[in-house]
């Protein structure tokens, strides 16, 4: 089997030691990827812009997605994002799981990794 890795070039694939995505047996595993903004619906756009160009680069998509995991540190900010994530996935809904933690950072409010058919 062929694995393929995908850098998304962002500071801490280097000092943890991970890649943005893995594409191995058909399937794109995204890593947790979380954005840029102050609120948790600009994190969660931002998050979603980097997953679709990992996704796109393994040629993946967001209608492929069959799974997705959302880390929250604070699960009261979640409901504002749903919107997003409606339009996201739209007609093609993956299985999904909300867990609410302590991410890397304080800064960061969501967390988003994926599981994607190639």
Known sequence: MTIGRI???GPYEQKIGYTRAVVAGGFVFVSGTVGQGETAPEQCLDALATIKRALEEAGSG???VVRVTYYLSDRAEFEACWPILRETFGA?????TMIE?????PRYRVEIEVTALV
């Open 7 to 9: 850098s998304g070039g």
């Open 62 to 64: 967001f209608d492929k």
């Open 92 to 96: 093609h809904p993956p299985a999904a």
């Open 101 to 105: 933690c302590g991410l890397i950072d």
